[in-house]
């Protein structure tokens, strides 16, 4: 691997806003910025960081704070990076600003498969870009309450329009054209009726213009099955959001023995995107210093990489993560105490060894060019 950090093409300072969220937020992403910072120091990269500075009550105003906070970062061509949020502000900043799709990578740590609790040779071979339909379905829908004499009754109304369809689609193809040209499409297609059968008529017609991509269909229940049982079959998993949201933090705590470990992004249509993780706010935790800073870390790699197109930077962090673990460093969540090669260590000292490594990896690139 190459670490040629210091030869970077000089640029202008890119736009990064901060959203230090809530819970253990405030922690991990200062982890995941000193990790950025190092990136600045030991390089020639510049990012000019602006911090969101309102409040997070849950209130109308608070929701408008940020939709501002969004729309200047997005003004200035910046990128989101944000710790975890309050779901329905979440949801409502999707809705608003478009991200209509998430990524996610889900594949093994090999530093962390003592943890898993999947078989070595089956996680070792999980190589997954799962594609989450980000911004429509039933966490996104119209919801209504009837409670009226004997009579209560909730309910939810949601749709999907062909065009959102196709344009997923095309993200799911054209993604796979870099890969292994497979997309599996999770749907529960037997039950949805028409909402099943235009997803897979959409699908089907836009795999026209890829045809070297191969598409396959499955139920998400099924598919869940078939990727533990025959992971080497699967690259690219689009799937609807809740179906997603549970895959995404499943099959992250089998490959990892923990979620916190694993980032994602959201994209609209032009590039703007948010990198976040994919866990809660962990609110149990706030303050106690035990948390993983691994999948905050592991999100701004995937910022460097994906919108910042810079993936020396971003893999000198993967590096970095990877060498932290192979000593036998954990946070609380990985850890295990019958391991005799596990080190428990909290939030911050996470973050020191791994930008330890960080220097360590460059030093050694230096003296060996």
Known sequence: MEMTVKQSKKMEAKTVGIIKGEGIGPDIIDAALACLQEIERIGEAKFNFISYEGSFDYSSQTYLQLKHFYNSIKKHKGVIFRASLYAPLVYQLRRDFNFFYKLVFLRSIPELLDVSPLKKEVAEKVDILLIRDNNCGPYHGEFWLKNESNIHEVGCTFKYTQSHIMNIANVAF??????????????????????????????????????????????????????????????????????????????????????????????????????????????????KDIASPIAMIEAAAMLLELSLRMPKEANLIHEAVREVLAKGYRTEDIFRGNYPNHKKVKTQEMKQLIIQEMRKLVEKQNVSA
């Not at 799937?239 to 994209?267: K, P």
């Open 174 to 287: 054209s993604l796979s054209m870099s890969r292994d040209r497979r997309v599996h499409l999770f749907i529960k297609n037997a039950v949805l009726g028409e909402i099943g059968e235009l997803w897979i008529e959409t699908f089907q017609k836009v795999n026209q213009n890829y045809p070297d991509v191969n598409l396959e269909i499955l139920s998400p229940d099924v598919g869940a099955a078939e990727i533990i049982l025959s992971p080497q079959n699967f690259d690219v998993v689009l799937a609807l959001d809740v179906e997603a949201d549970i895959l995404s933090d499943q099959l992250a705590a089998l490959l990892c023995g923990s979620r916190g470990v694993t980032a994602s992004a959201n994209f609209d249509s032009n590039g703007f995107a948010s990198y976040q993780t994919i866990h809660g706010t962990g609110k149990s935790l706030e303050t």
